[in-house]
Protein backbone atom coordinates (compact mmCIF):
# COMPACT_ATOMS: atom_id res chain seq x y z
CA UNK A 1 0.00 0.00 0.00
CA UNK A 2 2.71 2.45 0.87
CA UNK A 3 4.10 2.10 -2.90
CA UNK A 4 1.02 3.67 -4.20
CA UNK A 5 1.30 6.48 -1.99
CA UNK A 6 3.12 8.76 -4.50
CA UNK A 7 0.78 7.69 -6.96
CA UNK A 8 -1.78 9.23 -5.05
CA UNK A 9 -0.56 11.95 -4.52
CA UNK A 10 0.25 12.36 -8.34
CA UNK A 11 -3.32 11.69 -9.75
CA UNK A 12 -4.74 14.48 -6.15
CA UNK A 13 -1.96 16.76 -7.63
CA UNK A 14 -3.16 17.08 -11.27
CA UNK A 15 -7.10 16.32 -10.45
CA UNK A 16 -6.89 19.62 -8.28
CA UNK A 17 -4.87 21.53 -10.83
CA UNK A 18 -7.13 20.61 -13.53
CA UNK A 19 -10.35 20.21 -12.23
CA UNK A 20 -9.63 23.95 -10.67
CA UNK A 21 -8.42 25.18 -14.41
CA UNK A 22 -11.86 23.88 -16.06
CA UNK A 23 -13.64 25.43 -13.09
CA UNK A 24 -11.89 28.88 -13.52
CA UNK A 25 -12.35 29.01 -17.47
CA UNK A 26 -16.17 28.76 -17.25
CA UNK A 27 -15.95 31.06 -14.34
CA UNK A 28 -14.21 33.85 -16.64
CA UNK A 29 -16.04 33.32 -19.05
CA UNK A 30 -19.29 33.73 -17.09
CA UNK A 31 -18.47 36.29 -14.65
CA UNK A 32 -16.11 38.42 -16.46
CA UNK A 33 -16.16 41.21 -13.37
CA UNK A 34 -14.30 38.44 -11.63
CA UNK A 35 -10.90 40.54 -10.94
CA UNK A 36 -7.36 39.82 -12.74
CA UNK A 37 -5.54 39.54 -9.45
CA UNK A 38 -8.11 36.48 -8.22
CA UNK A 39 -7.07 34.67 -11.50
CA UNK A 40 -3.72 35.13 -11.60
CA UNK A 41 -3.44 33.79 -7.80
CA UNK A 42 -5.69 31.08 -8.63
CA UNK A 43 -3.02 30.05 -11.69
CA UNK A 44 -0.33 30.03 -9.79
CA UNK A 45 -1.44 27.51 -7.09
CA UNK A 46 -2.65 25.66 -10.55
CA UNK A 47 0.98 25.92 -11.59
CA UNK A 48 2.37 24.80 -8.28
CA UNK A 49 -0.41 21.76 -8.35
CA UNK A 50 0.44 20.58 -11.98
CA UNK A 51 4.02 21.10 -12.14
CA UNK A 52 4.73 19.27 -8.54
CA UNK A 53 2.51 16.66 -9.99
CA UNK A 54 4.59 16.30 -13.43
CA UNK A 55 7.65 16.19 -11.70
CA UNK A 56 6.42 13.08 -9.05
CA UNK A 57 5.67 11.39 -12.48
CA UNK A 58 8.56 11.81 -14.46
CA UNK A 59 11.12 11.20 -11.55
CA UNK A 60 8.90 8.51 -10.55
CA UNK A 61 7.83 6.29 -13.26
CA UNK A 62 4.71 4.45 -13.33
CA UNK A 63 6.25 1.03 -13.11
CA UNK A 64 7.60 2.18 -9.65
CA UNK A 65 4.21 3.51 -8.14
CA UNK A 66 2.74 0.69 -8.46
CA UNK A 67 3.31 -3.02 -7.33
CA UNK A 68 1.60 -3.95 -10.64
CA UNK A 69 2.88 -2.19 -13.92
CA UNK A 70 0.58 -0.28 -16.03
CA UNK A 71 1.09 -0.98 -19.64
CA UNK A 72 -0.21 0.42 -22.67
CA UNK A 73 -0.17 3.07 -25.01
CA UNK A 74 -0.75 5.97 -22.91
CA UNK A 75 1.55 6.20 -20.69
CA UNK A 76 4.15 7.49 -22.89
CA UNK A 77 1.86 10.47 -23.26
CA UNK A 78 0.95 11.04 -19.50
CA UNK A 79 4.05 13.26 -18.45
CA UNK A 80 4.35 15.38 -21.67
CA UNK A 81 1.02 16.38 -21.49
CA UNK A 82 1.28 17.46 -17.78
CA UNK A 83 3.39 19.47 -18.84
CA UNK A 84 2.09 21.13 -21.34
CA UNK A 85 -1.11 21.97 -19.26
CA UNK A 86 1.79 23.39 -16.31
CA UNK A 87 3.15 25.61 -19.16
CA UNK A 88 -0.15 26.94 -20.49
CA UNK A 89 -1.01 27.86 -16.85
CA UNK A 90 2.68 29.72 -16.83
CA UNK A 91 1.50 31.69 -19.88
CA UNK A 92 -2.23 32.17 -18.18
CA UNK A 93 -0.34 34.12 -15.21
CA UNK A 94 2.16 36.39 -17.65
CA UNK A 95 -0.60 36.99 -19.96
CA UNK A 96 -2.66 38.36 -16.67
CA UNK A 97 0.29 39.63 -15.54
CA UNK A 98 0.66 41.79 -18.67
CA UNK A 99 -2.97 42.95 -17.82
CA UNK A 100 -3.80 41.36 -21.12
CA UNK A 101 -7.02 39.70 -19.74
CA UNK A 102 -8.41 39.07 -22.86
CA UNK A 103 -5.66 36.66 -23.92
CA UNK A 104 -5.83 34.93 -20.78
CA UNK A 105 -9.24 33.93 -21.16
CA UNK A 106 -8.62 32.11 -24.45
CA UNK A 107 -5.23 30.56 -22.67
CA UNK A 108 -7.37 29.49 -19.84
CA UNK A 109 -10.01 27.76 -22.08
CA UNK A 110 -7.35 26.12 -24.32
CA UNK A 111 -5.67 25.19 -20.59
CA UNK A 112 -9.28 23.39 -19.71
CA UNK A 113 -9.16 21.41 -22.19
CA UNK A 114 -5.76 20.42 -22.43
CA UNK A 115 -6.24 19.65 -18.29
CA UNK A 116 -9.77 17.15 -19.41
CA UNK A 117 -7.57 15.67 -22.35
CA UNK A 118 -4.88 14.50 -19.57
CA UNK A 119 -7.22 13.46 -17.16
CA UNK A 120 -8.06 11.38 -19.51
CA UNK A 121 -4.83 9.93 -20.21
CA UNK A 122 -4.03 9.57 -16.63
CA UNK A 123 -7.19 7.59 -16.20
CA UNK A 124 -6.53 5.39 -19.20
CA UNK A 125 -2.90 4.39 -17.80
CA UNK A 126 -4.30 3.39 -14.38
CA UNK A 127 -8.12 1.90 -15.38
CA UNK A 128 -8.50 -1.32 -14.03
CA UNK A 129 -8.87 -4.26 -15.87
CA UNK A 130 -12.39 -5.43 -14.08
CA UNK A 131 -14.32 -2.76 -15.56
CA UNK A 132 -14.66 -0.92 -18.88
CA UNK A 133 -12.09 2.21 -18.88
CA UNK A 134 -14.52 5.08 -19.45
CA UNK A 135 -15.63 4.23 -15.93
CA UNK A 136 -12.77 4.86 -14.76
CA UNK A 137 -12.35 8.24 -16.74
CA UNK A 138 -16.19 9.14 -15.33
CA UNK A 139 -14.39 8.70 -11.72
CA UNK A 140 -11.15 10.64 -11.65
CA UNK A 141 -12.51 13.49 -14.22
CA UNK A 142 -15.47 13.64 -11.72
CA UNK A 143 -13.22 14.04 -8.60
CA UNK A 144 -11.41 16.89 -10.71
CA UNK A 145 -14.30 18.95 -11.23
CA UNK A 146 -15.48 18.17 -7.71
CA UNK A 147 -12.35 19.91 -5.95
CA UNK A 148 -12.02 22.42 -8.51
CA UNK A 149 -15.81 23.95 -7.85
CA UNK A 150 -14.96 23.53 -4.43
CA UNK A 151 -11.06 24.99 -4.41
CA UNK A 152 -12.32 28.00 -6.56
CA UNK A 153 -15.32 28.32 -4.37
CA UNK A 154 -13.09 28.84 -1.22
CA UNK A 155 -10.52 31.12 -2.86
CA UNK A 156 -12.99 33.33 -4.37
CA UNK A 157 -14.94 33.45 -0.90
CA UNK A 158 -11.41 34.76 0.35
CA UNK A 159 -11.08 37.36 -2.69
CA UNK A 160 -14.39 39.28 -2.08
CA UNK A 161 -12.26 40.78 1.32
CA UNK A 162 -10.50 42.48 -1.64
CA UNK A 163 -13.54 43.36 -3.62
CA UNK A 164 -16.53 44.01 -1.52
CA UNK A 165 -18.29 45.28 -4.10
CA UNK A 166 -18.63 41.75 -5.97
CA UNK A 167 -21.72 40.52 -6.68
CA UNK A 168 -22.59 37.27 -4.65
CA UNK A 169 -23.76 35.67 -8.03
CA UNK A 170 -19.96 34.16 -8.74
CA UNK A 171 -19.94 32.74 -5.29
CA UNK A 172 -23.47 30.97 -5.69
CA UNK A 173 -22.74 29.65 -8.92
CA UNK A 174 -19.61 27.97 -8.12
CA UNK A 175 -21.42 26.33 -5.05
CA UNK A 176 -24.28 24.87 -7.40
CA UNK A 177 -21.81 23.97 -9.15
CA UNK A 178 -19.84 22.35 -6.97
CA UNK A 179 -23.12 20.25 -5.79
CA UNK A 180 -24.28 19.42 -9.43
CA UNK A 181 -20.56 17.82 -9.55
CA UNK A 182 -21.51 15.85 -6.17
CA UNK A 183 -24.88 14.76 -7.38
CA UNK A 184 -23.40 13.35 -10.54
CA UNK A 185 -20.46 11.50 -8.48
CA UNK A 186 -23.34 10.15 -6.44
CA UNK A 187 -25.19 8.86 -9.38
CA UNK A 188 -22.28 7.81 -11.09
CA UNK A 189 -21.34 5.54 -7.15
CA UNK A 190 -24.99 3.93 -7.39
CA UNK A 191 -24.74 2.93 -11.14
CA UNK A 192 -21.70 1.33 -9.45
CA UNK A 193 -22.95 -0.11 -6.48
CA UNK A 194 -26.27 -1.87 -8.41
CA UNK A 195 -24.93 -2.99 -11.88
CA UNK A 196 -21.37 -2.37 -13.01
CA UNK A 197 -20.08 -3.55 -9.52
CA UNK A 198 -22.29 -4.20 -7.04
CA UNK A 199 -19.68 -5.91 -4.73
CA UNK A 200 -18.30 -3.02 -3.56
CA UNK A 201 -20.96 -1.80 -0.89
CA UNK A 202 -19.36 -4.71 0.88
CA UNK A 203 -16.26 -2.47 1.35
CA UNK A 204 -16.16 -0.02 3.94
CA UNK A 205 -14.08 2.11 1.58
CA UNK A 206 -17.27 2.73 -0.82
CA UNK A 207 -19.44 3.90 2.34
CA UNK A 208 -16.80 6.31 3.76
CA UNK A 209 -15.95 7.38 0.20
CA UNK A 210 -20.34 8.32 -0.50
CA UNK A 211 -21.08 9.42 3.22
CA UNK A 212 -17.96 11.97 3.70
CA UNK A 213 -16.96 12.66 -0.11
CA UNK A 214 -20.56 13.03 -1.20
CA UNK A 215 -23.18 13.52 1.09
CA UNK A 216 -21.65 15.71 3.27
CA UNK A 217 -20.57 18.37 0.91
CA UNK A 218 -23.86 18.04 -0.62
CA UNK A 219 -25.55 18.99 2.47
CA UNK A 220 -22.82 21.33 3.15
CA UNK A 221 -24.06 23.58 -0.15
CA UNK A 222 -27.08 24.39 1.54
CA UNK A 223 -26.12 26.94 4.21
CA UNK A 224 -23.22 27.87 1.72
CA UNK A 225 -25.70 28.89 -0.64
CA UNK A 226 -28.00 30.39 2.08
CA UNK A 227 -25.04 32.66 3.94
CA UNK A 228 -23.54 33.48 0.15
CA UNK A 229 -27.32 34.82 -0.64
CA UNK A 230 -26.83 37.46 2.10
CA UNK A 231 -23.38 38.15 1.38
CA UNK A 232 -21.75 36.80 4.71
CA UNK A 233 -19.21 35.85 2.74
CA UNK A 234 -16.78 34.47 5.47
CA UNK A 235 -19.08 32.18 6.99
CA UNK A 236 -19.51 30.88 2.99
CA UNK A 237 -15.82 30.38 3.05
CA UNK A 238 -15.47 28.61 6.10
CA UNK A 239 -18.63 25.94 5.49
CA UNK A 240 -16.20 25.53 1.76
CA UNK A 241 -12.73 24.66 3.56
CA UNK A 242 -15.29 22.01 5.46
CA UNK A 243 -16.79 21.17 2.21
CA UNK A 244 -13.23 21.25 0.12
CA UNK A 245 -11.63 19.01 2.83
CA UNK A 246 -14.29 16.25 2.58
CA UNK A 247 -13.99 16.38 -1.29
CA UNK A 248 -10.33 15.46 -0.77
CA UNK A 249 -11.26 12.93 2.05
CA UNK A 250 -13.25 10.98 -0.17
CA UNK A 251 -10.86 10.90 -3.60
CA UNK A 252 -8.24 10.19 -1.24
CA UNK A 253 -10.30 7.04 -0.38
CA UNK A 254 -11.64 6.42 -3.82
CA UNK A 255 -8.10 6.69 -5.11
CA UNK A 256 -7.04 4.10 -2.82
CA UNK A 257 -9.91 1.44 -3.70
CA UNK A 258 -9.08 2.01 -7.19
CA UNK A 259 -5.15 1.00 -6.83
CA UNK A 260 -5.54 -1.66 -4.66
CA UNK A 261 -9.50 -2.40 -4.89
CA UNK A 262 -9.47 -2.54 -8.46
CA UNK A 263 -12.45 -0.27 -8.85
CA UNK A 264 -13.24 3.19 -9.72
CA UNK A 265 -15.17 4.75 -6.99
Known amino acids: MVQGVPLGLFIFLVQIAAGGAIVQAFLDWLEPDVSPGYLQLNGLFFILFGGAGAWLRAILPAARMRSVAPDGPWIDLEVPVWVAFTVLMVCLVLALYLRQRPVATRIGAVGGVVGLIALAVTSLVYAPATV ?71 SWFFWVRVGVGLVFPLALSVPVHLTARVRSMMSATGLLYIALGAILAGELVGRLFLFFGQVPI
Open 132 to 202: APPYTVVSIVGGALALGTSWNGMMLGHWYLNTPRLAPRPLVRLNQAMAAVVVGQGAYASLLATVIAPAVVE
